[in-house]
C-alpha cells in the first residue's frame, strides 16, 4: 500500500540488460573473451553486468594484475584507450572503482574491466609496466579519487597543484571547492594575497580558512 | 699588460679628457688583474653551460606551446636528454561539474573542452547520452551531424596547419588558413547562430534544421577548398624546408605508439589503422566511401601528410552527404527525451510543460546504466564513460580526451632530440589544452 501511494516524479527505470539498443556496436561484444579469462582464472571475474551492448566485467583486485597480464599477452588487448576511478559513494563496501578500457586492434574488440577499491586501503597494482598509456591516467586518478597505485614510476597529481590536500573528484568533496585551499589571486587590485601561493616551496604549508577540530575534542 | 698597449694605441680618440682616460685606464687594470686571478683558481672555474647539463623549463606561458604547456626539459648541449610535461593549468574539473549539471545542460562545457572542433564535441556528448538513454536519432539529423563534424575536422586541421607551419618559420600560411576559418566560422554562423561555440547539437538530434543558405556555403566551401588543399599539398609536400625540418623528426614506432595510447592522426602516423569511423562506425559513416590515410614512417611528416589527406577525405564526405541529406525531422519525437520543437512549446500546453520538464529535470536514463560511446573527433577517439543513478544528472562523466593521451606520448617523443625541434613536435602532435586539462 505505502509503495503505491510513492509518487515518483520521474519513474526511475532500472538498466535492463536484455533491452535492445539502437546505438550497440559489435565490437562491444566480448563473450568469448570472458570465457577466457574464466578458464584461466576461475575466480577472477565477480561479476558481469551487460548494458547497451556492453560488458562490464568486475574483476578481483588480488588477480587483477595477473588478468591484465593475459589479456595483453595471451589475448591481444594491446591498446589502452582509457582508465578512471569512480565514486560509488554508496553503503556497501568498497567505495571506490576503477574501470580500464582496452582495445584489441586485430580483431576489432574493446573491453571494459572494473576492479573495486576498499575506501580505508585505496591501493591498486599499476599497470604501467604494462601498459605504458596508463602513466598519466593513473595519476589523473590519484589526484581525483586519492586511489594509490602500487609501482607507479611517479605518482604525482596530475591537475591539482602539489600541496593540494583534496581530492576534488570524491563525491563529498563540494562543487565550489574548500575556500582558502588554494592560493588564488585578490579579487580586487587593492586586495591583499590571502596566503603564501609558494608554500610548498618556503617549506611550509598553505594555511586553511576553516578550523579543524582538534584531536582530544571532548565533544 | 695588454689592455693598457690596445688603450695607448686609441689614446687619440680619448684624449679630450685626459682625466677620464686616467679613471677608465685604472678601472680597466684593476678588472684585468681580478680576471687573472680568478681565471688562476679552480674553485671558480665556471662550466660552460652548453658543454654540460642544463634544465631548461619552456612555458606555460609561451605562442608556440598551443596553450598553457610547460615542458621541463634536461638538455646535454642542445640534445634533449629528458623531457617531463606539466599541465593542468586548464583545469576547470568539468568532470566535476558534469556531475550537478542535467545531461542537457553540461553540453556547453564540451565547447569549451577542444575549442577548434566544438562541433565535434557537442556531438560525442550528444551521441554518449543518446547510447546511455537509448534514443533515436532522425536520419537526417545523423547526416547534418556528419557534415558538420567533418567541417569541425578540417577547421582543427586547418589550424593546425597554420601554426604548425608558423612554428617552422612560415607565416603568410598562418594567414591563408585563417581566412579558411574565417568561412567556417560563417558556415557555423548561419547553421548555429554563433561563430565560435556552437552549442548545436541536442540529445536525440539538433537544435536547427540546416537553412538552404547554410547548405550552399557548406558546397561552395566544399567546392573551392579541394582545390585551396590541394594547392597546400603543392606548396608543402615537395618544400625543402618543411622536409627538413619534419622529416625523421619525432619518429614512433607502430608499436611504441600502442603503447603509448596516441590516438587519432598521431596512431595512424605510425602505421595503426584504428580510426573509429571505420572501427565502431557511427552516424552513417558506414554509408558513404571515404578512405582512412595511412603512413608507416611515424615522423612529424607522416603526420603532416595524414592532416591534409584528411581534409580531403573529409571534403568527400561533406559532398557525399549533400547529395545524399533526407528529409525529414530534425529531433526525436519523444518529449521525455528530448526538447519539443519550438512549434510545440509556443502553441501548446504540453509543449511548454514538456520543454519546462526537460530543461528542469532532463532526460533520465535508467539506475544503473553504463555506457562508453566514442567518435573520431579532430585529434583522436574523443570518448565519454558515463553511469546513471538515474536521476537527470550523470552519477559519473568520464572524458576520455584524445589531447591528454598524446600529450603523454609527446614526452618520450621529445627525448634525443634538439631544443629546436620542441616547437615543431608539439604542433605536430597537435594538442588543445581546454581538452587535455579537462
Not at chain 2, 3 to 32: A, C, G, M, Y
Not at chain 2, 35 to 40: C, E, F, Q
Not at chain 2, 77 to 99: P, T
Amino acid at each position: 500500500m505505502a509503495d503505491s501511494l510513492n509518487f515518483h516524479f520521474t519513474p526511475v527505470d532500472k538498466a535492463r540488460p536484455d533491452e535492445e539498443n539502437l546505438h550497440a556496436k559489435a565490437s562491444t561484444d566480448v563473450t568469448d573473451v570472458i570465457q577466457a579469462i574464466q578458464e584461466q582464472f576461475p575466480e577472477a571475474i565477480t561479476e558481469v553486468v551487460v548494458y547497451a551492448g556492453e560488458r562490464t566485467i568486475f574483476i578481483a583486485g588480488e588477480v587483477f594484475l595477473e588478468v591484465c597480464t593475459a589479456l595483453k599477452e595471451e589475448l591481444g588487448f594491446t591498446y589502452l584507450v582509457d582508465l578512471a576511478g569512480v565514486d560509488r559513494f554508496q553503503e556497501e563496501a568498497p567505495r571506490y572503482e576503477v574501470y580500464y578500457c582496452f582495445v584489441n586492434l586485430q580483431k576489432g574488440k574493446r573491453l571494459r574491466i572494473k576492479v573495486r577499491v576498499e575506501e580505508d586501503d585505496a591501493v591498486l597494482p599499476s599497470i604501467t609496466g604494462l601498459f605504458k598509456a596508463a602513466d598519466w591516467n593513473e595519476r589523473e586518478c590519484f589526484d581525483m579519487l586519492g586511489i594509490r597505485f602500487e609501482g607507479h614510476p611517479d605518482l604525482r597529481r596530475m591537475f591539482m597543484p602539489e600541496d593540494f590536500e583534496y581530492h576534488p573528484q570524491r563525491k563529498e568533496f563540494p562543487l565550489l571547492g574548500i575556500p582558502g585551499s588554494l592560493p588564488l589571486p585578490p579579487r580586487t587590485p587593492e586586495g591583499e594575497l590571502t596566503m603564501d601561493p609558494f608554500a610548498a616551496a618556503h617549506s611550509g604549508s598553505p594555511a586553511k580558512s576553516y578550523q579543524e577540530p582538534a584531536e582530544n575534542d571532548e565533544n | 699588460m695588454p689592455v693598457k698597449s690596445s688603450f695607448h694605441d686609441q689614446e687619440n680618440i680619448f684624449s679630450f679628457w685626459p682625466r677620464h682616460n686616467e679613471t677608465i685606464l685604472k678601472r680597466l687594470e684593476s678588472k684585468d688583474a681580478w680576471l687573472s686571478t680568478r681565471r688562476g683558481t679552480e674553485v671558480s672555474r665556471v662550466k660552460d653551460a652548453l658543454e654540460h647539463e642544463m634544465t631548461l623549463n619552456i612555458g606555460p606561458q609561451h605562442p608556440a606551446t598551443h596553450g598553457v604547456l610547460r615542458c621541463m626539459v634536461k638538455l646535454d648541449g642542445e640534445l634533449i636528454e629528458k623531457c617531463v610535461l606539466d599541465i593542468g593549468y586548464l583545469h576547470r574539473g568539468v568532470e566535476k561539474l558534469a556531475e550537478s549539471k542535467t545531461y542537457q545542460e553540461f553540453m556547453p562545457y564540451t565547447d569549451r573542452m577542444d575549442y577548434l572542433a566544438p562541433y565535434a564535441n557537442n556531438v560525442a556528448w550528444c551521441m554518449a547520452v543518446e547510447k546511455l538513454a537509448n534514443v533515436e536519432i532522425p536520419e537526417r539529423a545523423q547526416w547534418i551531424r556528419m557534415i558538420m563534424c567533418e567541417l569541425a575536422r578540417i577547421s582543427s586541421h586547418l589550424l593546425w596547419l597554420g601554426v604548425g607551419l608558423m612554428d617552422a618559420g612560415a607565416v603568410s600560411v598562418f594567414l591563408w588558413t585563417f581566412q579558411g576559418r574565417e568561412d567556417l566560422y560563417s558556415i557555423f554562423d548561419e547553421v548555429s547562430g554563433a561563430r565560435f561555440t556552437v552549442s548545436h547539437s541536442r540529445i536525440g538530434g539538433l537544435a536547427t534544421d540546416l537553412s538552404s543558405k547554410a547548405i550552399d556555403m557548406i558546397r561552395d566551401f566544399a567546392i573551392r577548398y579541394e582545390e585551396v588543399i590541394k594547392g597546400w599539398q603543392k606548396l608543402l609536400n615537395r618544400n625543402r624546408i618543411w622536409i627538413d625540418r619534419n622529416k625523421d623528426v619525432g619518429t614512433v614506432s607502430a608499436d611504441e605508439a600502442i603503447a603509448l595510447g596516441l590516438t587519432g592522426s598521431n596512431l595512424r602516423g605510425s602505421g595503426v589503422p584504428y580510426d573509429i569511423r571505420t572501427f565502431e562506425p557511427y552516424l552513417k559513416y558506414d554509408e558513404v566511401d571515404f578512405i582512412i590515410p595511412l603512413r608507416e614512417e611515424g615522423d612529424c611528416l607522416a603526420r603532416y601528410h595524414i592532416r591534409v589527406e584528411e581534409m580531403l577525405e573529409s571534403i568527400k564526405i561533406i559532398h557525399q552527404c549533400l547529395d545524399r541529406l533526407p528529409e525529414g525531422p530534425i529531433r526525436a519525437d519523444d518529449a521525455k527525451k528530448t526538447y519539443p520543437s519550438k512549434n510545440e512549446v509556443y502553441y501548446s500546453m504540453e509543449g511548454m510543460i514538456h520543454d519546462f520538464m526537460y530543461t528542469e529535470t532532463g532526460i533520465a536514463p535508467p539506475e544503473g546504466a553504463a555506457a562508453y560511446h566514442a567518435i573520431e573527433s579532430p585529434k583522436g577517439e574523443l570518448g565519454f564513460y558515463l553511469e546513471s543513478d538515474g536521476t537527470g544528472c550523470p552519477w559519473r562523466a568520464r572524458i576520455n580526451a584524445p589531447s591528454f593521451t598524446n600529450l603523454q606520448g609527446l614526452e618520450s617523443m621529445m627525448e634525443g632530440h634538439p631544443v629546436a625541434d620542441i616547437v615543431v613536435l608539439i604542433g605536430s602532435i597537435d594538442p588543445v589544452m581546454g581538452e587535455a586539462d579537462k
